[in-house]
T-cell receptor, first 112, second 115 residues
Framework: TQLLEQSPQFLSIQEGENLTVYCNSS?????LQWYRQEPGEGPVLLVT?????EVKKLKRLTFQFGDARKDSSLHITAAQPGDTGLYLC????????????FGKGTLLTVNP | NAGVTQTPKFRILKIGQSMTLQCTQD?????MYWYRQDPGMGLKLIYY???????DKGEVPNGYNVSRSTTEDFPLRLELAAPSQTSVYFC??????????????FGDGTRLSIL
């Protein structure tokens, strides 16, 4: 059973466009992390969200944690080719914050 | 900073052979993990360790074994390689000392093919 559903699975856009990717679950998570993975490398943490309704901004990236802590979104403004990569969300459940459940990821391609 | 180092980077095995994937970290992290990543399937946890001498099964442990004799090292052993174990394997580590929401730090992966 896939606890975290990410959508879309693939996204190909032109430089300068905006986009949103989603991470949804029927389960409540105590925290949720977003990672970006580039080809040939391991995932690298972008952000951790902890509080329901929390919004965090990282330059052109905006992360939101749903009020019920079951879902999250990542919005990128004016995408650039350097944003290309696999975006993974990962949730930690209460009492086990050191064991993450990963979604399948959204593969983003930003074309120049 | 070295961070998490995995060796080898690539390996081709024949069915039935055995091998050990090495992972070492120099950040004094107490938690370490092994994941496998199949195309379109995200990361699945194989085994993890909360400290030296302590290991536990993750979501997909069958066909693998681990040990944690030191804080730094967490090798993953494949005893009888099967084609289903063809995958990219990632080792990761984190610390509980900085708080409960510390990130996991990943190595660059070992690409393993079983033929």
């Amino acid at each position: 059973t896939q606890l975290l559903e990410q959508s879309p699975q693939f996204l190909s856009i032109q430089e300068g466009e905006n986009l949103t990717v989603y991470c949804n679950s029927s389960s409540v998570f105590s925290s949720l992390q977003w990672y970006r993975q580039e080809p040939g490398e391991g995932p690298v943490l972008l952000v951790t969200v902890v509080t329901g309704g929390e919004v965090k901004k990282l330059k052109r990236l905006t992360f939101q944690f749903g009020d019920a802590r079951k879902d999250s979104s990542l919005h990128i403004t004016a995408a650039q080719p350097g944003d290309t990569g696999l975006y993974l969300c990962a949730g930690a459940r209460g009492g086990s914050n050191y064991k993450l459940t990963f979604g399948k990821g959204t593969l983003l391609t930003v074309n120049p | 900073n070295a961070g998490v180092t995995q060796t080898p980077k690539f390996r081709i095995l024949k069915i039935g052979q055995s091998m050990t994937l090495q992972c070492t970290q120099d950040m004094n992290h107490n938690y370490m993990y092994w994941y496998r990543q199949d195309p379109g399937m995200g990361l699945k946890l194989i085994y993890y360790s909360v400290g030296a001498g302590i290991t536990d099964k993750g979501e997909v442990p069958n066909g693998y074994n681990v040990s944690r004799s030191t804080t730094e090292d967490f090798p993953l052993r494949l005893e009888l390689a099967a084609p289903s174990q063809t995958s990219v394997y990632f080792c990761a580590s984190t610390s509980s000392r900085g708080g409960e929401f510390e990130p996991q730090h990943f190595g660059d992966g070992t690409r393993l093919s079983i033929l």
